[in-house]
């Protein structure tokens, strides 16, 4: 399993954790909400992210921001808990029904996201998970374009390289080098990935 603090009987906001449920890279807390509820979640997010089972978002409706009802700000924060939490949205099988969630902070009022994430900085702009399989959380989101969006979809062939990973077309845009034979050098020729971007 590897090393990890024993969180059994901690309290987090209103979630108290009553076991250790799994193990991956990282642990995984059966906890219990106060509202009665139970949830699996991460030691990264306890307390950070996470410190209800969602109940205390619901139980402090979000106040507008004076202006900002029909902004794409807050648009974006709608579509994120929507595609998280409606089992009716389009889009979440690719979210919610994944597991992805919103943090508490975010689901507790649209102003925290304004906070954290600030105004988009164009009309080309839009939320960004950096992680694809990470929550909506203030370190793990940013807002891109869709160049970079689609850069960074699971999909997307990633690569480490100085300590950095980020996606085979993204070192090839940064380095200067055509993608096709980075590519080529990489999945057919097998070369190592310094050589790849130094030749």
Known sequence: MGKFKDLTGKRFGRL???????????????????CGKTKVITSYCLGKFSNSCGCWGKDHPSRFVHGDHHSPEYSAWCRIRSRCFNKDSPDYPDYGGRGIIVCDRWLESYQNFLEDMGRRPSSIHSIDRIDNDGNYTPDNCRWATRIEQARNKRTSLKIEYKGQVKPLKEWCSLIGI?????????????????????Q
């Open 16 to 34: 108290t954790v009553l076991s250790l449920s799994h193990m991956t890279d990282r642990a995984f807390w059966l906890c219990q909400c106060d």
């Open 178 to 198: 055509n993608y096709n034979k980075a590519y080529q050098r990489l999945k057919i020729s097998e070369w190592p990935v310094d050589k790849i971007f130094s």
